[in-house]
């Protein structure tokens, strides 16, 4: 649930934004030519993006680049809402901002990337920068549009301070050489994390009928199936080679509970998962012997 949405438009864009819900909470977003800068006020929560999940925390602040994503907003005892800013970064923003006259880190020619993130250390004058934006937040008569121009301009030199500038450089690069990511890697990609369809779905761009036709294309098994397999499999690796607890690893293989993972290895199997386990010590105690 929505609580608060208060935002900012520069040159017919949303740029800065600031958001209050209350958890749980998921929001889709389809950043097609964009990245966002994205800071935890209050709460926990994660960002789902088509080849990664990467965790939010009060504090914490994540450059994200072009792509689909989905913002969760998960529930924590001694907090009641998620509070976050956030502040889009669009190619023909930036040449508006910079009057065409784009710093080379933007334009230079992009390097392969893996990660669609980059997790900051946010440091004391990044957080001073954002409690000045919910300053204006609060203060919408003080806002004009050259006021928003220098705001977006400092921000970009705070990030190019910070120990991950090298990194932050070249995702800003990705702006205006988008990287396309295939339908078989967003689903390798996210195997093993607690996703439905619906949400692997949107990763991929696609409605839910035209992602479980083109899924079967690929994979020659429904989604379902595929999915619920490759996590099993992962499972059974993981009692054969680790001490882990059995619900660390339903949690680390992507089920929402360690229930639901010991009913489904018990149908696959035919065993549950800790006989599995001791069935197969006591396999490889009887071949030492």
């Known amino acids: 649930m929505i609580v608060e949405h208060k935002k900012y438009t520069l040159f017919g864009r949303m740029v800065f934004e600031k958001m209050v819900v209350r958890p749980p909470f998921r929001q889709s977003n389809q950043m097609t030519d964009e990245a966002c800068f994205f800071y935890v006020m209050k709460g926990q929560g994660d960002t789902v993006s ?3 999940m990467n965790n939010l925390s009060p504090s914490g602040s994540l450059l994200m680049k072009c792509g689909n994503y989905i ?3 998960l529930p924590v005892d001694h907090e009641q809402t998620f509070q976050a800013v956030a ?3 669009y190619p023909e923003v930036l040449q508006k901002i910079y009057r065409n006259d784009l710093p080379d880190f933007f334009i230079q020619k992009p390097a392969q990337r893996k990660s669609n993130a980059v997790s900051i250390n946010t440091d004391y004058l990044l957080r001073m920068y954002i409690e000045s934006m919910v300053f204006y937040f609060e203060n919408p008569d003080l ?4 006021l928003l121009v220098l705001k977006f301009k400092e921000l970009v030199l705070l990030l190019l301070r910070t120990e991950e500038s090298n990194e932050i450089q070249l995702l800003f690069r990705e702006l205006f050489s988008p990287t396309e990511r295939s339908f078989k890697q967003i689903i390798d990609a996210h195997l093993f994390h607690d996703l439905n369809l619906g949400d692997l779905a949107t990763l991929t761009g696609c409605s839910l009928s035209s992602f479980k036709r083109e899924f079967v294309r690929i994979f020659n098994e429904t989604p379902a199936t595929y999915v619920r397999t490759k996590k099993l499999d992962k499972a059974c690796e993981l009692l054969r080679l680790s001490n882990e607890r059995i619900s660390d690893i339903a949690f680390t293989c992507g089920f929402s509970n360690a229930d639901n993972f010991s009913r489904l290895f018990m149908q696959k199997f035919g065993v549950t998962p800790s006989n599995y386990r001791l069935n ?4 490889l105690l009887n071949n030492f012997h």
């Open 143 to 146: 806002i004009s549009e050259d």
């Open 71 to 73: 913002l969760r907003a």
């Open 280 to 283: 197969q010590k006591a396999g």
């Open 87 to 89: 502040i889009h970064f």
């Open 50 to 52: 088509e080849t990664e």
